[in-house]
């Protein structure tokens, strides 16, 4: 299911990633007193009550030296472009603003469902101040507190009266559903069309979800897939161009429908900090992976070339150390017959169930080849696991003290687990669970 959008827009300094930190859960993006501080991740799932939502920091979205408000126009706009509902935040301790004019101007033509935020009314007395801003245009401002968490819920509320049913497709269980991720340029449509183009079966082109991305169908040697392509930018211009950072808030809707994700890397251009940002978001997400070296005929190679680049990759992918590589050209279709193979082993292996009493064997092995830590002479004890999901593989080890499940250990049992089963393509993950 594809989860509706909720962008948070408004001037700098107002509040934007504290509200997005508190919405979310977690310390994601920096907060510090300062303008324009925003660098780091802008883009999270959140829950409320029975809604799933991603939602967007607009802070985040750095337009490099374009001028102040300009640089807030274009921040909007992606933000418009990407978003079911708009929160517009703006600073109840400074009053209405030409900024915050201009930002209501953006929002407008809009034409999108836009909840008016007043932050910073940090008690009851303060609540006077809201009223300035009835003349954005916008109808109640919601005052709330992102320093305390106050007034969130009701702003959430209202927020989610407008979040859209997306329709989905639905297909059969045995149609692997595959993507490809990776910043501008890395040769994503070229690897699409090479896929399509190499003596498949396409059944169909259809319309995706709401957005205008294309699924196409194709059949291949007995199996049947589609291919969830990232949506079209549906305006051209520099912001777009030049906001890197603009490929994740489109990656995000193919991860989400997928079963495997290609994670596509210019062999030419080699691997920048981008590459790591988009394939975490995969690897989070919990979907099987496979790392794609495209352009590998630009390369110059010699018999060590491609040992270097996979360990180059290794290096700066430690959290995709289970995901295969495939390096391929999807110029001239070279090495294009590898891609879907291993895409097939990454989803067989996404869907795998474990037998429990087989399962055990290998732990029980595994704590007798490195026994239990012990934390102020208290001995971790493992009674039995069990696998509980599959898409990832999930399991559940039962102790007697979770606490004591350190992450090293934890992480040497997921080792003897691929060493036993393979698991080749997928994340897998590891709960330590008291037993009752």
Known sequence: MTKPVLAIVGRPNVGKSTIFNRIVGERISIVEDIPGVTRDRIYSSADWLTHEFNIIDT???????????????????????????????????????????????????AKKPVVLAVNKIDNPEMRQQIYDFYSLGFGEPFPISGSHGLGLGDLLDEAAKSFPKHDELKYDDDVIKFSLIGRPNVGKSSLVNAILGEDRVIVSDLAGTTRDAIDSQLAYNGNKYVIIDT??????????????????????????????????????????????????????????????????????????????????IRDHFKFLDYAPIVFLSALTKKRIHTLIPMINTASENHARRVETSVLNDV???????????????????????????????????????????????????ENRIRDAFGFEGTPIKIFARERK
């Open 231 to 312: 949506a079209g930018m549906r305006k051209k211009g520099k912001v777009y161009e030049t906001t890197e950072k603009y490929s994740v808030l489109r990656a995000l809707r193919a991860i989400e429908r997928s079963d495997v994700v290609l994670v596509v890397i210019d062999g030419e251009e080699g691997i920048i900090e981008q590459d790591m940002k988009i394939a975490g978001y995969a690897h989070d997400a919990g979907r099987a992976i496979v790392v794609v070296v495209n352009k590998w005929d630009a390369v110059e190679k010699d018999e060590k070339t491609m040992k270097l680049f996979e360990k180059n």
């Open 59 to 109: 802070g985040g979205i750095d337009i490099g030296d374009e001028p102040f408000l300009e640089q807030i126009r274009q921040q909007a706009e992606i933000a418009i472009d990407e978003a079911d509902v708009i929160v517009f935040l703006v600073n109840g301790r400074e009053g209405v603003t030409s900024a915050d004019e201009e930002v209501a101007k953006i929002l407008y033509k």
């Open 363 to 413: 732990i029980m092995d595994a704590v007798a080849m490195n026994p239990t830590p012990t934390d102020k002479g208290r001995r971790l004890r493992i009674y039995y696991a069990t696998q509980v999901a599959v898409k990832p593989p999930t399991f559940v080890i039962f102790v007697n003290e979770p606490e004591l499940m350190h992450f090293s250990y934890e992480r040497f049992l």
